[in-house]
C-alpha cells in the first residue's frame, strides 16, 4: 500500500504562483509514475502533469502547459507542481497519484493506483 499526500494549496491572487508538493509513503518509491489532477466543484477530475519516475519524461494538459510545471526528488520520494500565472479558473481541488505500473497511457483517472486527499487551491481575481 502507498500513501500519497499532498501539501501546498492556499489562497492566491491571480497571476500568483503556488508550489505543490507530493510525497509517497515508500522508503523508495519503485512505481512508474506520478501525476497530478483537479477537481473543480460539479466537474470531473481532469489530467495536469505526470512524471515518469524512471526516466524523468513528462506529460503535460494543453491548459497548463508553459505554466505548470512537474518535477521529481527521487531521494525524498517527493514530486512538485509548480504553478504560475495563476487564474481563477485553476481554482479546484488539486490530487496526486501514483501509477505503480504503466497501465496504458498517463492521462486517465483509472491509470493510476493510489491518490492523496487532495489540497484545495483557491486563485482570487
Known amino acids: 500500500q502507498v500513501q500519497v499526500v499532498e501539501s501546498g494549496g492556499g489562497l492566491v491572487q491571480a497571476g500568483g504562483s503556488l508550489r505543490l508538493s507530493c510525497a509517497a509513503s515508500?522508503?523508495?518509491?519503485?512505481?512508474?509514475?506520478m501525476g497530478w489532477f483537479r477537481q473543480a466543484p460539479g466537474k470531473k477530475r481532469d489530467f495536469l502533469a505526470a512524471i515518469n519516475w524512471r526516466d524523468g519524461n513528462t506529460y503535460y494538459a494543453d491548459s497548463v502547459k508553459g505554466r505548470f510545471t512537474i518535477s521529481r526528488d527521487n531521494s525524498a520520494n517527493t514530486v512538485y507542481l509548480q504553478m504560475n500565472s495563476l487564474k481563477p479558473e485553476d481554482t479546484a481541488v488539486y490530487y496526486c497519484a501514483a501509477d505503480l505500473y504503466y497501465h496504458g497511457s498517463y492521462y486517465g483517472t483509472s491509470d493510476y493506483d493510489y491518490w492523496g486527499q487532495g489540497t484545495q487551491v483557491t486563485v482570487s481575481a
Open positions: 515508500e522508503p523508495t518509491f519503485s512505481g512508474y509514475a
